[in-house]
């Protein structure tokens, strides 16, 4: 069966490889000239790579780990130790660690948690604590319950003190969708929450170990084309073409660079655009249906991901890093924590500015000054005095439309892979699967796309050639997609 894709990020790639594995032959058509989606990323003229978003992998994204496992390129995740660290923001220069020891779950988090005394009270530490209990008992059904609640709303019921958002919640909400607590819906945290908590090495990060490009979404590309699918960049999906029965009859390509423009036909059909752009391509006959018409309330959220040079180092932490600034959430020093930007005397940082709704607009210029004034009160021992550091070069990116704000109530309007029209499907990490907005969550939401197809064929819904002959996708072990690594 072919199956026409239009997105080579994270979903797109997921999709095709496990159609491929199953025998069907997928199509991936990217409007760019580049890999990932925003995992993407470019090389600079003198060979530095800079990146569309500072990527962290979490042992709790099973879904990931488990395709790095079937590549066979587990050794490309960078593990760091079981830490979470936060720049101190009374003791500027310092930091403020909870370290996770090597103890079965939940024991490991509430050791880590107990054995922070920089961050939050004791009586802190408990009323959190019995907030929590909920969540950990009632499991996965009580997390999605509380998407009407912002994370400060849902603090409040519990009442729990307003300084824990301050201490560590704004840092973790601008870390998860790029935006505060009082706009973040309360299921987003709660569900990282309960992974970080319920699995030993759920919050143990790592780093992949190059550009995403080039390291994780090539092999997968690989993967495909040695299976007899085809991968091609700079192929826009222009328009949806419908046949007179209500199906899709193809996908229009856009001609760039000299090129005609062309329909491509296939047996089935998957958008693995992200959300704002494929609203864009809705034909107009499909608008009302509630199952399109619910994606009007998921939009792409502002981000800005800056990349620094220096002169010299500025810390030789190798781990991310929450700053609890105003203008920027996390930031990793990528010359301690990535093989191939490794530089042993000089750093080069890599911060996501967030919520970026106010500067999203404004210049490079700007953008890189007001980092700066941060990052000399995060490190004043390198920016004071006669030496201070210098900036060698500046690269910022901005991503407009990232993923999906994720504010209370979205959760009923992410759309299952399975659409109303029998060969379209979704994937995205906006479709519904349990990891959100995430890289993890873009994997899955293409193994689940994959599965729907395969479904639909056994189903009889896609009327298209027979399959081949004992090719089976592996069913997921529940709903959600949790399968073991
Ligand atoms: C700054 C930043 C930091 C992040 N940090 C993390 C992190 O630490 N950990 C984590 O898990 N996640 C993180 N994420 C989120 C993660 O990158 C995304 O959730 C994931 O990569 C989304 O994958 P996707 O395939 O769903 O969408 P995308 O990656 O957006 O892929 C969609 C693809 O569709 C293509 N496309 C668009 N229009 C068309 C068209 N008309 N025709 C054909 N193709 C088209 C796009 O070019 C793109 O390649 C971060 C994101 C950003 C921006």
């Given at each position: 069966?072919?199956?026409?894709?239009?997105?080579?990020?994270?979903?797109?790639?997921?999709?095709?490889?496990?159609?491929?594995?199953?025998?069907?032959?997928?199509?991936?058509?990217?409007?760019?000239?580049?890999?990932?989606?925003?995992?993407?990323?470019?090389q600079d003229e003198e060979g530095d790579w800079y990146e569309t978003g500072l990527h962290i992998f979490f042992g709790a994204y099973r879904n990931m780990r488990r395709l790095f496992a079937e590549l066979g390129i587990e050794d490309r995740l960078q593990w760091k130790s079981h830490s979470m660290i936060f720049n101190c923001r009374d003791k500027p220069g310092t930091y403020s660690r909870f370290d996770f020891p090597d103890i079965p779950a939940p024991l490991n988090g509430v050791a880590a948690i107990l054995g922070n005394n920089d961050m939050l009270t004791w009586p802190e530490k408990i009323s959190f604590g019995l907030g929590l209990v909920p969540a950990m008992l009632r499991g996965q059904g009580y997390v999605e319950?509380?998407?009407?609640?912002?994370?400060?709303?849902?603090?409040?019921?519990?009442?729990?003190?307003?300084?824990?958002?301050?201490?560590?919640?704004?840092?973790?909400?601008?870390?998860?969708?790029?935006?505060?607590?009082?706009?973040?819906?309360?299921?987003?945290?709660?569900t990282a929450l309960n992974r970080f908590l319920q699995e030993s090495d759920g919050s143990k990060m790592a780093f992949l170990d190059g550009n995403p490009p080039q390291r994780l979404c090539q092999p997968i590309v690989d993967h495909i084309t040695a299976r007899g699918g085809t991968v091609e960049l700079e192929a826009p999906l222009r328009q949806i073409e419908l046949a007179d029965d209500g199906r899709v009859s193809g996908f229009r390509i856009g001609g760039i660079k000299g090129q005609p423009g062309r329909t491509v036909t296939a047996d089935a059909y998957v958008s693995a655009l992200p959300v704002d752009p494929l609203k864009l391509l809705l034909p107009e006959a499909w608008k009302q249906l509630p199952y399109f018409e619910k994606l009007e309330g998921l939009n792409g959220v502002p981000v800005i991901n800056i990349h620094l040079w220096f002169d010299r180092k500025l810390t030789e932490i190798d781990h991310l890093?929450?700053?609890?600034?105003?203008?920027?959430?996390?930031?990793?020093?990528?010359?301690?924590?990535?093989?191939?930007?490794?530089?042993?005397?000089?750093?080069?940082?890599?911060?996501?500015?967030?919520?970026?709704?106010?500067?999203?607009?404004?210049?490079?210029?700007?953008?890189?000054?007001?980092?700066?004034?941060?990052?000399?009160?995060?490190?004043?021992?390198?920016?004071?005095?006669?030496?201070?550091?210098?900036?060698?070069?500046?690269?910022?990116?901005?991503?407009?439309?990232?993923?999906?704000?994720?504010?209370?109530?979205?959760?009923?309007?992410?759309?299952?892979?399975?659409?109303?029209?029998?060969?379209?499907?979704?994937?995205?990490?906006?479709?519904?699967?349990?990891?959100?907005?995430?890289?993890?969550?873009?994997?899955?939401?293409?193994?689940?796309?994959?599965?729907?197809?395969?479904?639909a064929l056994d189903g009889g819904a896609l009327l298209t050639t027979p399959r081949t002959e004992g090719a089976t996708i592996p069913v997921a072990a529940d709903a959600t997609g949790l399968a073991p690594v």
């Amino acid at each position: 069966m072919r199956v026409a894709i239009a997105g080579a990020g994270l979903a797109g790639l997921s999709c095709a490889k496990y159609l491929s594995d199953a025998g069907h032959t997928p199509i991936v058509l990217e409007a760019r000239d580049v890999l990932g989606g925003k995992v993407a990323a470019w090389q600079d003229e003198e060979g530095d790579w800079y990146e569309t978003g500072l990527h962290i992998f979490f042992g709790a994204y099973r879904n990931m780990r488990r395709l790095f496992a079937e590549l066979g390129i587990e050794d490309r995740l960078q593990w760091k130790s079981h830490s979470m660290i936060f720049n101190c923001r009374d003791k500027p220069g310092t930091y403020s660690r909870f370290d996770f020891p090597d103890i079965p779950a939940p024991l490991n988090g509430v050791a880590a948690i107990l054995g922070n005394n920089d961050m939050l009270t004791w009586p802190e530490k408990i009323s959190f604590g019995l907030g929590l209990v909920p969540a950990m008992l009632r499991g996965q059904g009580y997390v999605e319950a509380c998407d009407r609640y912002s994370w400060t709303e849902w603090l409040r019921l519990h009442n729990i003190p307003e300084r824990v958002n301050d201490e560590v919640f704004i840092a973790m909400a601008k870390a998860l969708n790029f935006i505060d607590p009082d706009e973040i819906s309360s299921t987003v945290v709660l569900t990282a929450l309960n992974r970080f908590l319920q699995e030993s090495d759920g919050s143990k990060m790592a780093f992949l170990d190059g550009n995403p490009p080039q390291r994780l979404c090539q092999p997968i590309v690989d993967h495909i084309t040695a299976r007899g699918g085809t991968v091609e960049l700079e192929a826009p999906l222009r328009q949806i073409e419908l046949a007179d029965d209500g199906r899709v009859s193809g996908f229009r390509i856009g001609g760039i660079k000299g090129q005609p423009g062309r329909t491509v036909t296939a047996d089935a059909y998957v958008s693995a655009l992200p959300v704002d752009p494929l609203k864009l391509l809705l034909p107009e006959a499909w608008k009302q249906l509630p199952y399109f018409e619910k994606l009007e309330g998921l939009n792409g959220v502002p981000v800005i991901n800056i990349h620094l040079w220096f002169d010299r180092k500025l810390t030789e932490i190798d781990h991310l890093l929450f700053s609890r600034s105003p203008l920027l959430s996390v930031y990793a020093d990528m010359s301690n924590t990535c093989r191939e930007y490794e530089d042993p005397d000089r750093s080069m940082l890599e911060l996501v500015f967030a919520p970026a709704k106010d500067w999203i607009g404004r210049s490079d210029d700007a953008i890189v000054a007001a980092t700066l004034e941060e990052l000399e009160r995060l490190f004043p021992q390198h920016f004071g005095g006669d030496n201070p550091a210098q900036l060698r070069k500046a690269i910022v990116v901005k991503t407009p439309l990232s993923v999906y704000k994720t504010v209370p109530g979205c959760q009923a309007l992410r759309p299952d892979q399975t659409s109303p029209i029998p060969n379209f499907f979704l994937a995205g990490d906006y479709t519904m699967q349990r990891y959100l907005a995430s890289m993890e969550g873009a994997v899955l939401s293409g193994r689940l796309c994959a599965e729907a197809i395969a479904a639909a064929l056994d189903g009889g819904a896609l009327l298209t050639t027979p399959r081949t002959e004992g090719a089976t996708i592996p069913v997921a072990a529940d709903a959600t997609g949790l399968a073991p690594v």
